[in-house]
């Protein structure tokens, strides 16, 4: 598709209005302030912090364990089916707005079980959400269990065994929380398990750690996406294959910078990425700590890398449907809305 007829001014437009799918968001990452403050007062659970300011304040991260301390913090606040059901509309709702058509959700069952609530009570206010979101909003979405990986094998095994009765509610697994120290070889098993059991596989890898973890991810784990990666640039055989394999990767500039992964969004490495022939795509990852939606995320970026324009706005938004995990149907039909919308934009 020739996309010159697009002029650069109206690139932000197009951003937004475009159709695209989001595959990296932590729904416990898209708690705002004020949703934990209304959960605290709910649910009775004492704050660290008197005002969502002084909450807000905190939120000066310097590196990846600095985010976490806080996230799973803030994650305390949900007891009830309720607050997760409240929590992942709200989410549904602003994807909404962003013109998302697509997401795949991820969540961290073992925050919640280790307080002592129920997986059936994570998952079923989740589910309740999401249902929801497709009644009303007309917006697709499913969810991606992640194990934590500053926890043992043994602990992943066990939330396995207590997600198993609800296995039609969730499409996959995935691999988060800290990476060094934690690296994919100590989860081969468990998912030797779930690609057993037909779970899609994704994992974290190469967002503080090195390019190895991404290989190991690739080769021990089966990991049929990446979340980040973008450490796979210091290993150019690595590039080479994630570009020749279609392996996508999921990649969050928002996030990146406010873990000092890169030290601005003007030295993120997503441009060099997509011209390296890979299936990058942009997410949000932890919206609600990092300064904005999918759709903040598109624009900061592509304000802040001139070699940035409507071609790779478009091959941005192909590649994030090309990379989900939905039907080839379904994704052709997304694809062909994509050209529609490009094509009366010219
Ligand atoms: N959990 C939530 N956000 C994460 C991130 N950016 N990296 C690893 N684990 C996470
Ligand atoms: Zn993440």
Redesign the pocket.
Known sequence: MNLGCIPREEVPDVLCQMPKAELHI?IE?SLEPELIFELATRNRVELPYQTIDELRAAYAFTD?QSF?DI?YAGAGVLQKEADFFDMAWAYLKRAKADNVVHAEIFFDPQTHTARGIPFETVIGGLDRAIRRGREELGLSASLILCFLRHLSEEDAFAVLEEALPFRDKFIGVGL??GEHGNPPEKFAGVFARCRELGLRLVA?AG?EGSAEYIRHSLDLLKAERIDHGVHCLDDPELVARLAQERIPLTV?PL?NVK?CVFPTLSAHNIGKLLAAGIVATINS??PAYFGGYLNRNYTATFAALPELGAKEAYQLARNSFEASFVDEGTKEGWIMELDDFFSRRC
Do not use: N
């Open positions: 932590h990452g990846l976490l996230y988060d929380s974290h967002e969050c996030s873990l990852d932890d």
